[in-house]
């Protein structure tokens, strides 16, 4: 059962610590003050996540201590969808990928706050309140960019179908899927991915876009289980370049 | 009403009931060198306004441990203000002091007093609407007078500001732009 949990924990931790770095990236080059803000205000909450994710790891489950975990790990032991790696690329990308990510975020989060382990249901129910944020400002934007130019609308259109199989690569299944949805500590990927979709879609649609079609052999699959795209290992390098110097160092 | 729980112990046999009283003294103590942590993000404001303490237990051999909780689970301030609270109770004679973050209780803008709020709008920052178990919406974000001059003609230009508890929005009447603290479940 450990193993099962641990699997849960470290991918929500990486998938939170990596998009986490990819926002911080917005940092002082944000498109106006507000935007700019909020990414680095989102990067904060979500290394606040992980490290939780982390702690609880540690903590509870006997793993090494947080800025080990995150910082000492090689490519292959991250858990990250390959959604969360991508550049940051132009901002329609950026907040298409936050919009898909923020949704499946918050949901499975309400989802674990009926978790059977508990250190997760409590840290469920506090950090869904603050994805809320995320969500709404996310809704916001894709409304407002959906409906608002010729150009606007077609950036976004195109951003979501260029991130489509990439976002649905987040509910790729574990080999523990059924010992946690038996255990009744997480319902599972397959129930998260027909929520997602189930309240994803109306926005969409309500922003004046379409929702992309879906190949199945064109989900990009791969992150749950070590295999990341060439964009993971760089950001790596330079997100841990410091603290890798000497790890043991007294800041 | 924070010491309502050290009262309990006092209504105990003789023998006990000294024992009872010292804690009881010593935890009076505690809450009023809490006073004396601010947040340091919000100057005017003590950890104890803010209701991110949620226990305090007085040990043997004149320790004590002081449960805080986080406002946002990514709060940079946090560390501050362990470090802030251990020095303060150092001072005011305990010996031992351990500040644990609490998981299992959670913080809520709600645990805010009414006057924290007012200290709050005083100090420029509207204070959160109350949520209770209200699901949050802008409407609920809405909910909100300028601190400037009170009027309640004014939007939400970002749910994100200068901190993580903080969302920016202007004020139609006075023409200014304003913080809110925002509310949270």
């Known amino acids: 059962m450990s193993n099962a949990v641990k699997d849960l924990l470290f991918k929500m931790a990486d998938d939170a610590l990596i998009i986490g770095h990819r926002n911080s990236e917005w940092t002082g080059i944000g498109p106006m003050l507000e935007e700019d803000l909020a990414f680095s205000s989102m990067a904060q909450d979500k290394i606040g996540h992980a490290l939780a994710l982390y702690t609880i790891l540690h903590e509870v489950l006997g793993e090494a201590e947080p800025d080990k975990l995150g910082f000492m790990r090689s490519e292959n032991d991250f858990k990250c969808c390959q959604l969360v790696e991508q550049p940051i690329g132009e901002y329609d990308f950026s907040i298409v990928r936050q919009f898909l990510f923020d949704h499946a975020e918050l949901l499975r989060y309400e989802m674990l706050t009926q978790s059977s382990f508990q250190p997760l249901a409590q840290l469920a129910k506090k950090v869904k309140g603050e994805i809320k944020y995320h969500v709404m400002h996310a809704d916001t934007f894709v409304k407002q960019l959906g409906k608002g130019t010729e150009e606007s609308h077609a950036r976004m259109q195109s951003a979501l179908n260029n991130t489509w199989h990439l976002a649905l690569g987040i509910f790729e299944k574990s080999e523990w899927e059924e010992e946690l949805i038996s255990a009744g500590v997480f319902a599972g990927e397959e129930e998260l991915k027909r929520r997602w979709l189930e309240k994803i879609t109306p926005i969409i649609e309500a922003s004046g876009l379409q929702l992309p079609a879906t190949d199945e052999s064109k989900i990009v699959y791969g992150g749950r289980k070590g295999y990341h795209s060439e964009f993971l290992k760089p950001l790596l390098d330079e997100m841990c370049e410091v603290v890798r110097t000497d790890i043991d160092a007294e800041w | ?185």
């Open chain 2, 1 to 185: 009403m924070k010491c309502a729980k050290w009262f309990a112990p006092i209504l105990m046999l003789n023998g006990k009931h000294m024992i009872s009283e010292v804690k009881n003294q010593k935890s009076e103590i505690v809450w009023a060198s809490l006073e004396n942590v601010k947040d340091p993000e919000i100057p005017v404001i003590s950890v104890v306004d803010m209701g991110m303490i949620s226990g305090v237990e007085i040990g043997d051999n004149n320790s004590v441990t002081v449960k805080l909780l986080p406002t946002f689970v990514g709060c940079p301030a946090l560390d501050m203000m362990k470090q802030d609270i251990r020095g303060q109770l150092l001072k005011a004679g305990f010996a031992e002091v351990s500040v644990n973050i609490d998981y299992e209780t959670r913080w809520s803008s709600d645990r805010m007093t009414p006057e924290t709020k007012i200290k709050l709008e005083k100090f420029g920052l509207a204070p959160p609407p109350e949520l209770k178990d209200e699901e949050l919406s802008e409407e609920i974000l809405n909910r909100v007078r300028c601190p400037h001059c009170g009027s309640t003609d004014t939007t939400l230009r970002s749910s994100f500001g200068s901190t993580l508890c903080r969302a920016i929005r202007f004020c139609f009447n006075c023409k200014q732009g304003f913080e809110q603290f925002k509310p949270v479940q």
